[in-house]
């Protein structure tokens, strides 16, 4: 906390103070609310009167909207969420958050966890602490890690300290004790086997095809059908949809098993890959003999931007080939039709077909929920299988070396798996360009 010296109170119960003890620094405001917790904020002048002044408007303002949180009480869960993901969207419009895709998906999830430990409808007063400690055991059972479980019980405190303003004075507490069993497994990557990569792709090329005899695709699954919540099928099937659906999810997955970047650097409205962001080059991967490969710029995310040179150019191909937006603005997995048509499809919607297919396929990695994200983990466990350089890898994926480690760590330590390298002296344009080749990849 910092030291304040010539401490003065304001009418409303805010105070003024500076931070240095000479009369001529700056005049600090603070002010506790009710709601909304401590309030500091620099006035930006030495002038004791104006301070004042300002000080003054500032806890008028606090103060009114306090009176107001207090007299809506019986405010629902809904409400209460549509108003924060509204308070959400102005911090980003004036540059207090960054990435506006982020907070939609945290509003996204905290509106599908709260529909089902209480119900939309309920009060937002009305929620006590019996309610939030169901959700650990909840998403454990859905195969969340603990990591998620605690990140995204702080998105959950983060609306309960904003939702105080409707009565609500609940914060769950998350510093739970870790069973043993589940401690040890801790940030061990799940992904697929080799084995278990190609069923997929062959699930997904049977995938794309019409599910009946007269070209039709009938979807007998909806939202949610892989989770808790009622299995609803849509009534009317858009066909085309559907169709161009299938086709982005094979190459979605496609792609990320040979770049290993995040869902969300490659399809967001604000971090979406475009097709300038692609180019082509040939590396020299042993005497006599070249490659194409593929450098994608990847725009930012959770680790900022970085370029990542991968072996996925004949999928990008063909990716150009079938969809109709080709132009260099334009987004690599776009919708080709309906309501987002040209925009990056929903991660949703690509997850919820992703799930179809491992379901059809009978794939369950670790005895888990497969997920878009354990292609990543594949590109890792692959890179690493083959004596893939570490620091390299971890310069692709946007990660520390110390996290690929910790979480991979089980691959050079089980002894069913051997550590070799494909070219122990790789030409200096191959290590310098990033890309590091599978045994499939280099094969004539």
Known sequence: MPEEYNATQVAGGGRLYQRKPAADSVWQFYLWVEGEGKVRRSTKTRDLREATKIAERWTLEARHAQ????????????????????????????????????????????????????????????????????????????????ETIRQELSNIRAFCRFARQFGN???????????????????????????????????????????TGDGRYVREWGINAYGKGQVKAPKNLDQNLEKTRRELTRFFFQIHCLCGARPGEMSSDEFGLRWKDITTKFVSVAPGKSRMISVIGIRGGKTGP??????????????????????????????????????????????????????????????KKPDLYMARSFYITRRLEVGGNINTIATNVGNSPLEIVRRYAFIVQTSDVVIKTIYPEAPEETRRSGVIFLPEDVSD
Request: glycine share 6%; aromatic share 12%.
């Open 306 to 367: 970085r370029n990542v040179a991968c072996t996925a150019g004949w999928w990008f191909n063909e990716l150009h080939k079938w969809s109709a937006y080709k132009s260099p603005e334009d987004y690599v997995f776009a919708d080709q039709c309906g309501l987002r048509a040209g925009k990056p499809v929903y991660l949703d919607a690509v997850r919820n077909h992703f799930q179809e297919v491992c379901r059809r396929a009978t794939v369950r990695p670790g005895g």
């Open 169 to 211: 004075v609940v914060i769950p507490e998350w510093d739970f004790k870790i069973p043993q069993h589940i401690q040890k497994a801790l940030g061990r990557a799940v992904t697929f086997t080799v084995d278990e990569q190609k069923r997929l792709s062959e699930a997904l090329d049977r995938y794309v095809l019409p599910d």
């Open 67 to 146: 009176a107001q949180g207090f007299q809506v009480i019986s405010t629902s869960v809904g409400v209460a969420l549509e108003k924060y993901a509204e308070k959400q969207e102005l911090r980003v419009a004036t540059n207090q958050l960054r990435s506006a895709e982020n907070i939609r998906y945290k509003y996204r999830f905290l509106r599908r966890l709260y529909e089902r430990i209480v119900g939309l409808d309920k009060p937002v007063s009305t929620l006590t602490q019996r309610d939030y400690d169901r959700v650990p055991s909840m998403r454990l059972e859905d195969g969340a890690a603990w």
